[in-house]
Nanobody, 122 residues
């Protein structure tokens, strides 16, 4: 059974950092792309970053220079390091997976986690 479980969200002050984790089970991460999306209330789901199975990485212009995505295939885990968090970053952050390569459409991802809430407030 394919499952994705996110963790690491929480409350952080503006300028702070968080590291989100997405632990995959039921499949081997080596052949899959893992993407991070976020969705704020009243807004569409937005792709933040993605790590393809071939090593390529995508990072949205809206968070470029503040976010790093990495994967540990041995641990079946993908991380999203977020630095210099801004008031526009709060959202529920989801990880999602599809075979091989990243896609810019949420509809092309087959499995989703339950999400982890990120809140930025002083």
């Amino acid at each position: 059974q394919v499952q994705l479980v996110e963790s690491g969200g929480g409350l952080v002050q503006p300028g702070g950092s968080l590291r989100l984790s997405c632990v995959a089970s039921g499949f081997t991460l080596d052949y899959y792309a893992i993407a991070w999306f976020r969705q704020a209330p009243g807004k569409e789901r937005e792709e933040v970053s993605c790590s393809s199975s071939d090593g390529r990485v995508y990072i949205s212009d809206s968070v470029k220079d503040r976010i790093t995505i990495s994967r540990d295939n041995a641990e079946n885990t993908v991380y999203l390091q977020m630095n210099s968090l801004k008031p526009e970053d709060p959202a529920v952050y989801y990880c999602a997976t599809r075979e091989y390569l990243c896609s810019d459409s949420a509809n092309n991802y087959d499995y989703w986690g339950q999400g982890t809430q990120v809140t930025v407030s002083s």
